[in-house]
C-alpha cells in the first residue's frame, strides 16, 4: 500500500473547501512518547502510590496497560456478575465493587496524565512549536482533538509566526475579574478549536464551565490542575471504557455536545493524525460519513502491512459506504512522519 506525503494530501484536498483536523493520542506521544503512551503513564500511576493493588493485579491479569479497555472490562463484569453469583447481597456488593474501580481507573488516569506532564510550556523548545505551528497552519477550518494535555493549548498559545486563528469558545466572565474564563454556548459561533473529549484544563463546576489560565494568576496551569486534583475536583474529560458510556457522558454536557455537533456539520476535507480509529471511540468516528466532507486523509504511522495499521485501513474504507446520503466521500492514506508536527523533518 503506498501512502501520500502530507504535502501531497494537502494538495490534493485544494479546492475541496475547508481544511478540518483531528488530532489523535499520536499527537502527543510524537512529542513526548516516554509520558504519553499508556505504558508511560500506567508507569506513572505506580509511582503515585494511588494504585490499589486490586487495580495493579487487574491490569496485570489482562497484561494490559490500556486504561480505558480495563475500565470496559470492569464495567462489563459488573453488569454480568449476577449471573454467576446467584447470592443477591455478594453478587451486589461484588458489581458496586468493580464499578468503583472503574471508577477509580478513570481517576488514576486524569492523575497519572497531569503528575506526568510536562511542568510549563519552556519545557517545549520554540523550534518544536514552530514544527507545529506549521503544522497547524495547513488546516483554516476547525480543529478538534481528543487529548486531555495541554500541548495543543500551549502551542496555539505562542506569541510565534505562522498565526494560528484559535476560539476554543473561553471568555471572560461577566464579572470581569475571576482567576479563570468561562464558556458559554451563546457566544461560541467563532468557536473553532474543540476538545471532544475534555481536557485537564477544563472544569465542570455546576453552574459554569471553567478553564483554568496562567494570565489570571501567574500559577502554571500543571500547578493549578494537580492542585485541584489533590482536593479531590476532578477536570471535565471523557475516560469512559466503552463508546456508548462516552456517548453518554457527551450528551449530558452542553460543552462536549457543542463540539460533537460541529463535527457533523463540517465539509470540505478532514486529516485524521495520530488516532487508531478504534472502536471505543466510535461514537465519534460514525459523524464522519453523517458530516459533509468530500475526502478524508488518514495519517498512517510506520509500516502499513502491521495488525494494527491494517485495521486503521479497513475501518476508515468503511466510511464511504456507511454514507447515506450526499456527496461520495473519498477516502486516502498519508505517512504520519511526513506531517513533521514536532521535528522539522521532511
Known sequence: MKLLSFNKAIKESDGLGKRHLMLGNGFSIALRPDIFTYNALLEQAGKSGKISKRIETVFQAMNCTDFETVIRVLRDSANVVPA???????????ARL?????????????????????????????????????????????TYTLNYDLLLYWTVMQNMDPQIPSDDGFRTPDEGEEDYVTWDIEKTTSQNVFYLHGALHIYDVGHELKKYTWVR?????????????????????????????????????????RGYRSLAMIGGSLFIYGHRLAENDEHILRLIPKSKIKKLFVGIYGDPSTVANKCIVARAQRFPTERRRGVALAVEFFDATTASVWDGET
Do not use: W
Open 217 to 257: 494568576t501567574g500559577i502554571r496551569l500543571i500547578d493549578q490542575i494537580r492542585g485541584a486534583l489533590s482536593d479531590s475536583r476532578f477536570p471535565l474529560i471523557v475516560a469512559e471504557g466503552q463508546s456508548d458510556e462516552k456517548m453518554t457522558k457527551i450528551m449530558h454536557s452542553n460543552y462536549l455536545s
Open 84 to 94: 454467576y453469583l446467584t447470592d443477591k447481597p455478594t453478587a451486589t456488593k461484588t
Open 98 to 142: 468493580l464499578r468503583s474501580d472503574a471508577d477509580a481507573v478513570r481517576e488514576l488516569l486524569a492523575r497519572a496524565v497531569s503528575d506526568s506532564h510536562p511542568e510549563h510550556p519552556g519545557k517545549v523548545t520554540k523550534s518544536q512549536y514552530a514544527c507545529c505551528r506549521r503544522f497547524l497552519s495547513n488546516f483554516n477550518g476547525s
